[in-house]
Nanobody, 114 residues
């Protein structure tokens, strides 16, 4: 069983920055990829960014150039640096991890508003 805990969400003005973090605990040794999805009200959950065990990254076109993803070498964790935030980035952001199965965090709210 893998447990994911997100942190770093909050309220930010347009153009601002936030850094989300997600730490995995439990039986996390076989995790091969971690990343972030987001879901806005009334919309489908969508991939934001993903990074593999081998440091390959996948960034969605909608955030490319503004967001970056990195992994923590000291622990099973990932970070999402979000810059130049826009109101359309407002969503619940969910941490995601996979080994042979998928795991989800409970989500953290990101609100971009003036």
């Amino acid at each position: 069983q893998v447990h994911l805990v997100e942190s770093g969400g909050g309220l930010v003005q347009p153009g601002g920055s936030l850094r989300l973090s997600c730490a995995a605990s439990g039986d996390s040794s076989r995790i091969i990829a971690m990343g972030w999805y987001r879901q806005a009200p009334g919309k489908q959950r969508e991939l934001v960014a993903m990074i593999s065990k081998f440091a390959n990254t996948d960034i969605s076109d909608s955030v490319k150039g503004r967001f970056s993803i990195s992994k923590d070498n000291a622990k099973v964790a990932v970070h999402l640096q979000m810059n130049s935030l826009k109101p359309e980035d407002t969503a619940v952001y969910y941490c995601h991890a996979r080994d042979s199965k998928e795991y989800w965090g409970q989500g953290t709210q990101v609100t971009v508003s003036s």
